[in-house]
């Protein structure tokens, strides 16, 4: 189980990767993400906080001079997964 949802965000880390991040790039990414989380039987109102964290988090984020968007996005998804 871990595995597989391992190699499903990895695959959505790939990619993001070297893409401008923008809100249509940012909304598949998560819907990739959620539907890692579900197909792993996460609990749908975890999925759903999760989600909403990430969002609420990559809007008000400022992208750091030299880091790319997109490592910006897997950088919050880690910090939600570890405060999970």
Request: proline fraction near 1%; charged fraction near 30%; charge should be negative.
């Amino acid at each position: 189980m871990f595995d597989n949802l391992s190699e499903k965000l990895q695959s959505v880390i790939r990619q993001t990767t070297g893409k401008e991040l923008t809100q249509d790039n940012m909304q598949e990414s998560l819907r990739e993400i959620r539907r890692a989380l579900l197909e792993a039987d996460v609990n749908l109102r975890v999925v759903k906080a999760f989600i909403s964290n990430i969002k609420d988090r990559a809007e008000g984020e400022q992208v750091f001079q030299g880091v790319d968007p997109a490592q910006q996005l897997v950088k919050i998804v880690y910090d939600e997964l570890v405060s999970l």
